[in-house]
């Protein structure tokens, strides 16, 4: 199929835009066969199936890197603690938090978990995103955590989006261990992370490296079967506090390391060094009413690749807008629209281990954004308004 009279938007570097003005996109089954001028479209391609774009924006399909879009029950209530004053972390040591949607993640069946899940990703899907990062965490039981991760894969299943699983049983010691995070590491999350692999349920392993979770010595021993298992390492760090875990991040050559609000100049020179992409997460931040912004011009300053993700969660970030991510981010932490889609498509990308997405060029996925504008810019700029015309899966309009 070549798609004709569509503003292409390449993101051929990271330098700009990489904007063809009259351009013109071929298909070949899932994949980019061509791009470019419409005045320079290649004779194999004139006269095959043709679909006019009537001008439209076309941009790479969008990624959300970060999520945990399979949970039970909801923290609405937490929400309005936190608008009276209570802190996260006093909310979480109060036994709420994370652990409140432990308690109805367990309870939940894996259909009740899958049709909940499934309304957060239709609203994903109607924004652009094409392939969504899942992480279990909300179970901290072998049966609970394989359920989580079960449902993640038939996400798949049920919509036209590919779904990346993390395993993320160092969540939060779950109340039946409380005192005890080392005796849970032994007894439960590393006994875990073995079955769910054994049963190829997991494409990363991630960690929640803070005070009221896990230190780093906690971490680095997750983080040690992991390698022994062949799965790359992403990590929760410095979102609250800073207790090194993106120092521990770059010595793993994780793929992320995520929130990094209390990040400093010398953390991002360790994710420059070992290639980590650090991935900025302004839901969390709105929603926790934060005060400490991820060091973004230190990011810039080391060359650090900054990705983009909703968090969709339950508690600190019930954001199922990538859309409202990328103004989020310019606004709270002044990056730039190119720096959003970027976020959003090449570095998510990077942050998955997704070498053939993100950009539109010869070989890469064809997953494309056909959106009712006529500069990137708009996509970060509307605040509460979709202006995506058309989702391309797989080459499939």
């Known amino acids: 199929m070549l798609l004709t009279n569509a503003h292409v938007v390449t993101l051929q570097t990271d330098a700009d835009y990489g904007l063809i003005a009259d ?38 399909a969008l990624i959300d890197c970060h999520t945990h879009v399979v949970f039970g029950g909801n923290r609405a209530t937490e929400f309005e603690l936190r608008l009276n004053g209570a802190s996260y972390e006093a909310v979480a040591r109060a036994g709420g938090g994370i652990i409140s949607t432990v308690t109805a993640t367990r309870a939940a069946s894996e259909d009740a978990l899958l049709a909940d899940a499934l309304k957060r990703v239709d ?9 969504i990062e899942v992480k279990s965490g909300y179970g901290l039981t072998q049966e609970a955590e394989l359920k989580m991760l079960r449902v993640a894969r038939r996400i798949a299943q049920e919509r036209p989006i590919e779904v990346r699983t993390s395993f993320l049983g160092a969540h939060a010691v779950p109340p039946e261990f409380t005192g005890q995070p080392d005796a849970y590491i032994d007894e439960i999350c590393l006994p875990t992370l073995r079955a769910a692999h054994g049963e190829g349920l997991v494409d990363a392993v ?8 896990f230190d780093t010595a906690q971490i680095a ?12 390492v992403k990590l929760h760090a410095e979102q609250l506090s800073n207790i090194g875990g993106t120092p521990l991040a770059a010595q793993y050559a994780a793929l992320s390391a995520d929130h990094l609000e209390y990040a400093t100049d010398a953390d991002a020179a360790a ?19 934060e005060t400490q912004a991820p060091p973004i011009q230190s990011f810039r300053d080391h060359g650090v690749s900054m990705a ?14 990538p859309l409202l991510a990328m103004n989020m981010a310019c606004t709270l932490f002044r990056m730039t629209p190119l720096e959003a889609l970027l976020g959003l498509t090449v570095h998510a990308a990077r942050a998955l281990g997704e070498a053939d997405r993100g950009r539109i060029t010869a070989g890469a996925c064809a997953d494309l954004c056909v959106w009712d504008a006529h500069h990137p810019s708009e996509l970060a700029y509307r605040i509460g308004f979709n ?7 797989r080459g499939s309009l």
Do not use: K
Not at 123 to 131: D, H, P, Q, R
């Open 221 to 232: 021993r997750v983080f040690d079967v992991a390698v022994e298992l062949g799965l790359p």
């Open 206 to 213: 991630d960690g929640f490296c803070e005070g009221i979770a």
């Open 387 to 393: 202006p995506l015309h058309s989702r391309i899966f």
């Open 23 to 60: 351009g013109a996109i071929a298909m070949d089954g899932d994949r980019i066969a061509w791009v470019g001028s419409a005045a320079q479209v290649p004779a194999a391609y004139r006269d095959g199936p043709q679909t006019d774009l009537g001008g439209r924006l076309v941009t790479p």
């Open 123 to 131: 609203a994903l899907i109607a924004e652009g995103v094409t392939l």
């Open 308 to 321: 983009l993700a909703t968090d969709c969660n339950p508690g600190s970030s019930p954001l199922a807008s």
């Open 271 to 289: 994710l420059a060094a070992s290639g980590t992409v650090a991935v900025v997460l302004p839901g969390a931040f709105y929603t926790l009413r």
